[in-house]
């Protein structure tokens, strides 16, 4: 027993240099675990970081469009329109048998902060602008838009005038028909836009408003509204226009709103004063594939003769969703230039559509309609247009 | 001379006008409610670790389908608790990115909620009386739509379009992560 006791003390007193060598290896290889285990989380930290940065850079990128400028925050997008009228002219009307790219639009925006952005809209007018050509260049919006605070910002610039469906919202994507509808073009007068300053706002949960003060129109000379758009070109500032919209949101897939636009002198201080008014109340409602759109404008034009001291009109426009790629709709428009005092009494013009809208894609068009006119003047056009639109 | 004066007084209120705009302090609207706040009251202020899904093969090729647009992500962030998944997701509508919160619950939305938004039209979609809508939506496995339709908003197109494919993709993505 004694011997054994001898070998076995003398095995463990052998043991502890190697016991204390293992220990000091696992330790070691401890050390190194731990070395690799920070190195390996600082790597993915790193990775991370990076994949965050690109991705808030990618993120940031406009509707499709491209995000750079000084701190990657100026975007670019745009629409365009080109259409082909193929119309029949009865009573005097004449034929209309054309293809126009109607618009090509290009925007630009920039985010100087959090708070303080801008917005432009540059357009060519059927393909070519100049001496005699058909087209024209136009600058439709280039404002500075300023937050107040969450539910209030301000604007100053060259903006769209707050009324209307299209008026604000154009994108052929948007919209049934080929051509913009008759009573936002000839009463309203859209595109419309006018220069100054301009604050919205909302008083509770869907009601938003709407208050512009900019230049106003000039209708010295003309008759039609739509004529008197200045477009902002060295335009005269005489008389300044008041504009404000009420619009309710609150129920998804209702829009109701109206909108009040006051000018005190429309011939901006070229002859004797005379005011003009407008009222525009609209109201849109989809529900699942069903949409109707209806709208009524009206002017009263202080001191115009031959009717012209009262313009209105108004559509109703249905539409049904067949599927998410083609919808249908018809459309009844009825408006006069001349619905005043002593007009000529068959100046009321009257056009009815049907048609298709196909979207291959959600940001691009294909459109077929059919317009009939029943004018009183008995010069009607009637017949098919077609179009393809985008917007990016 | 009447008019003369009146035409001055138009301008005096034009210049006032906007100098009133413009002497405003200026303040960034658009943050309803920060991601983190979001999470805290989803998980009554004890969010688990987050974790990441990798947009990767099918899972990639899906969420293309769904933005109609490859996915500016590599992977997303999202945070599990047993069978409730929220995740914040970003998407363009117009110009900017709409930050949105969404609780997925049993392979259903719970909540709905707009965290930031940065457009400059289209701002109702915030409002509950939106985002009510979707509520309850389950996705259809075989075209990856919401069994529901949701209802828009005039003139905010994008912004809904924008809202309702985060809804969907969050809907597919919690499908698709390790419980």
Do not use: C
Request: glycine share 8%.
């Amino acid at each position: 027993m004694n011997t054994l006791n001898k070998s076995v003390f003398l095995a463990a007193l052998l043991s502890i240099p190697m016991l204390s060598q293992a220990a000091s290896s696992t330790e070691q290889l401890q050390k190194e675990v731990d070395a690799l285990k920070n190195q390996n989380k600082m790597i993915m930290e790193r990775i991370e970081a990076s994949i965050d940065m690109m991705e808030s850079k990618q993120s940031s990128k406009g509707h499709g469009g491209k995000g750079h400028g000084s701190k990657g925050s100026t975007t670019t997008g745009g629409y365009g329109e080109l259409h082909y009228n193929n119309l029949d002219g009865e009573g005097g009307a004449s034929d209309k048998n054309e293809i126009d790219f109607h618009r090509f639009v290009l925007f630009f925006g920039h985010e100087f902060s959090d708070s303080i952005r801008f917005f432009s809209e540059l357009e060519l007018e059927h393909s070519i602008a100049g001496e005699g050509k058909a087209g024209e260049i136009e600058l439709e919006q280039a404002y500075v838009e300023f937050d107040l605070s969450q539910t209030t910002r301000a604007k100053g610039g060259l903006f769209l005038i707050p009324v209307g469906i299209i008026n604000e919202t154009h994108e052929p994507n948007t919209f049934y028909g080929t051509e913009r509808n008759p009573i936002e073009k000839n009463i309203v007068p859209a595109t419309w836009w006018e220069a100054g300053a301009a604050l919205s706002g909302e008083f509770s949960k869907g009601l938003y408003y709407d208050l512009a003060l900019t230049s106003g129109l000039n209708l010295e000379g003309k008759n039609k509204i739509r004529d008197g758009r200045q477009k902002v070109a060295k335009a005269r500032a005489n008389s300044p226009m008041i504009t404000g919209r009420l619009k309710y949101t609150a129920i998804p897939g209702l829009e109701l709103a109206t909108t009040v636009a006051s000018i005190d002198d429309y011939t901006q201080g070229q002859s004797a004063k005379n005011s003009a008014t407008m009222i525009e109340a609209h109201a849109v409602y989809t529900t699942g594939a069903f949409g109707l759109r209806a709208l009524y404008a009206s002017w009263n034009v202080d001191g115009k003769t031959s009717g012209y001291d009262k313009q209105s009109g108004w559509y109703i426009e249905p539409s049904f969703k067949i599927s998410k790629k083609i919808g249908v709709f018809a459309r009844y428009n009825l408006y006069d230039n001349q619905a005043g005092t002593g007009g000529p009494g068959n100046s009321e013009k009257q056009q009815t559509d049907i048609g298709m809208n196909y979207w291959p894609h959600e940001d691009v068009v294909v459109k077929v309609d059919y317009q009939t006119q029943d004018n009183d003047n008995n010069k009607d056009q009637n017949g098919v247009n077609i179009g393809i639109g985008y917007q990016f | 001379m009447a008019g003369f004066y009146r035409v001055n007084a138009m301008k005096k209120q034009f210049y006032i006008f906007i100098l009133l705009i413009f002497s405003s302090s200026v303040a960034a609207r658009g943050t309803y409610q920060e991601p983190a706040n979001f999470l805290d009251e989803v998980f009554n202020s004890k969010p688990p670790q987050s974790k990441v899904i990798w947009l990767t093969g099918s899972i990639r090729t899906k969420a293309t389908e769904i933005l109609n647009h490859k996915p500016t992500r590599l992977r997303i962030r999202y945070w599990n608790n047993q069978q409730r998944t929220a995740w914040i997701l970003d998407e363009i509508g117009k110009e900017k990115p709409i930050t949105v919160g969404i609780v997925i619950s049993n392979n259903k939305i719970e909540r709905v909620k707009v965290l930031v938004f940065r457009e400059s039209r289209g701002d109702e979609i915030r409002h509950d009386f939106f985002t009510q809508q979707f509520k309850h939506a389950r996705l259809n496995a075989n075209n990856n739509q919401l069994d529901r339709s949701i209802d828009g908003i005039s003139g905010a197109t994008l912004s809904v379009r924008a809202l309702t494919k985060l809804t969907r993709l969050a809907l597919f993505l919690s499908t698709q992560i390790k419980q």
